[in-house]
């Protein structure tokens, strides 16, 4: 917490007084990461239970977001929308939902879930 009290004002003095230096720029990323990383591990807890249900579905929203994104984006703007906050909301949320519906099928039969984990089904020497 401490961190982001000393980044929020240094970082105004810093646009204020418009400085563009390289190490300056550095030092305040650094102390950004810094608070966001402890302010996340302090709250680890309440944290950890939301993220419990995608994080099971990592590798298949690794593998197939683009696949639902892009169509999307593409519909999107056949359509005539152009507004770039709808398009990164629904971007979003068909990134993340669409492959874990599609995991769900896929887990269903097992020729299809070898595409998400062949591990699963090769056998050990």
Not at 50 to 73: E, Q
């Amino acid at each position: 917490m401490l961190s982001g009290l000393l980044f929020m004002p240094l970082s105004i003095i810093v646009y204020a007084i418009d400085i563009h230096s390289g190490v300056v720029s550095f030092v305040m990323g650094l102390l950004a990461c810094v608070a966001v990383i402890l302010m996340v591990a302090g709250s680890e807890k309440k944290f950890c239970r939301g993220i419990d249900f995608p994080s099971k579905y990592t590798m298949p929203i690794f593998l197939m977001h683009t696949l639902f994104a892009a169509p999307l984006r593409s519909v999107l703007l056949k359509v005539g929308i152009e507004n770039a906050a709808i398009h990164v909301a629904l971007g979003l949320g068909i990134s993340f939902m669409g492959p874990i519906i599609a995991a769900w099928i896929m887990k269903k039969t097992m020729w299809l879930e070898f595409f998400l984990y062949p591990n699963k089904f090769i056998r050990k020497v």
